[in-house]
Every structure is written in C-alpha cells, then in structure tokens.
C-alpha cells in the first residue's frame, strides 16, 4: 500500500449533499494537504493541516486529522456540480521531508 | 501572475525519439517539482529541483530520464528513446519555500508515444 490512500474511490451524490472523502497514511507526516483536479487539468491546492491541528475550516471544506489513526477526511458541505472533480490527499513524510506524496484520489461526481 | 506555465500541452512522440517537455514556475519560487501521472491513477513523485540542483531524483527511473532547473530559463523535463510506457501525463509544480506550504501546478505535458 503505498503513503495516501483515498477512500472511497469513487462517490456519486446529488446536489445539496454533503461528501466525506478519507484519507489514510502510514508514516508519520509533518503535515497533510489536500488537492483537487478537474478532467485533464492540473491539481489545485485547497487546504493544509499540520500535524499539530485537529480541524481545519476553509469555505464549504472541513478537514480533519487524526495522527493516532494515521488518517484525514475532507468534508465538502452542500456540493454543487462544479465540485465534480478528483480529490488527492497528499503528505509530506516527517524524516524525508522533501517533497508530498500524493494517494490514488476520489472521483467525486455531484449530480445536478 | 502567469502562473505554472508547462509547454507543449500535448506531444507526440515516435519511439526512440526525445522529448523535452518544459516548466516555468510562478515568479519568486524556486522549488520545482516533477510529477507523472497515468490514467485513472494518483501523481507518482519524479525529482525535485532547485536552482542549477537536483535536491531529489529518487523518483526518476535511472534511464533515459534527465531533469535540470538552470540559473536562467524554465526546468527541463528530457526523456531519452521514448516508449510506449513513457505515454502519461507530466505535471510541474512550484513552491516558494518546498514541499511545507503546498504546491502550484501546472496544467502538464500529455505525452504519447506512438
């Protein structure tokens, strides 16, 4: 398994719904971000959370971090269709701190 | 603020041939970093440059594959004898002070290799 694996892989809602995507890692991480990438595009970074933070608020988005489950999980709240997009989760490892290592993603669709 | 400029957009390659695929970063960083991405898959790191250094190519196959950020002009993605297997889509990303505070990327190169 490698570091960063999204769950589920994929999720379809309606509009209006809330989505819960996950994240889980395996080695301790100074801190975790998460990105967005529309069709053939490249990624947009939304948020970071640091080791040391618990909760992070950002518009519609809800981040959480749990080092003792070595896990994270994105809360988009009220989605729109605009939101369809895949979602990575990405760390950035605490010994080799260099550069982020990035998980598989969740396709996230919102139906109209 | 132009942003991450990545060119060409699309290449097409014949095998054996080179590809050069190119990266400016937004004004002010100097962290460069390479990412491959295959369908329906996540980035896999390649390397990790700064100014006129590799920091980290441990994610470069050890043939064929060549990076460089040079004191003037954008980072240089070269890919030797290209294959079948090289077909993907490259992204570059730039920080203004490394990995900690998040990454801007490119729109990435699509290579294929017929």
């Known amino acids: 398994s490698q570091q960063g694996e999204e769950d589920p892989q994929a999720l379809s809602i309606q509009e209006g719904e809330n989505a819960t995507m996950n994240c889980s890692y395996k080695t301790s991480i100074n801190n975790l971000q998460w990105y967005r990438q529309n069709s053939g595009r490249g990624l947009v970074h939304l948020i970071l959370i640091r080791s040391n933070e618990r909760e992070k608020h950002s518009g519609r988005l809800r981040v959480t971090l749990d080092t003792s489950k070595k896990s994270s999980s994105l809360l988009i709240t009220a989605s729109r269709a605009a939101d369809t997009a895949s979602y990575f989760c990405?760390?950035?490892?605490?010994?080799?701190?260099?550069?982020?290592?990035f998980g598989e993603g969740t396709q996230l669709t919102v139906n109209p | 603020n132009a942003g991450v400029m990545q060119n060409p957009r699309h290449l097409v390659r014949r095998r054996g041939q080179e590809a050069r695929l190119r990266c400016s970063p937004m004004?002010?960083?100097?962290?460069v970093y390479w990412y491959r991405q295959l369908p329906e898959e996540g980035l896999k790191f390649m390397v990790y440059?700064?100014?006129?250094?590799?920091?980290?190519e441990s994610g470069m196959p050890k043939e064929r594959f060549s990076a460089e950020f040079p004191k003037e002009g954008p980072s240089i993605l070269r890919i030797q004898q290209v294959v079948r297997g090289d077909s993907a889509a490259y992204f570059c990303?730039?920080?203004?002070?490394?990995?900690?505070?998040?990454?801007?990327f490119g729109s990435g190169t699509r290579l294929t290799v017929v």
């Open positions: 004004k002010g960083h100097s962290h």
């Open positions: 990405a760390t950035l490892k605490e010994t080799s701190g260099s550069r982020l290592t």
């Open positions: 440059l700064q100014k006129e250094n590799i920091i980290d």
């Open positions: 990303a730039s920080s203004p002070w490394g990995a900690n505070y998040g990454y801007t």
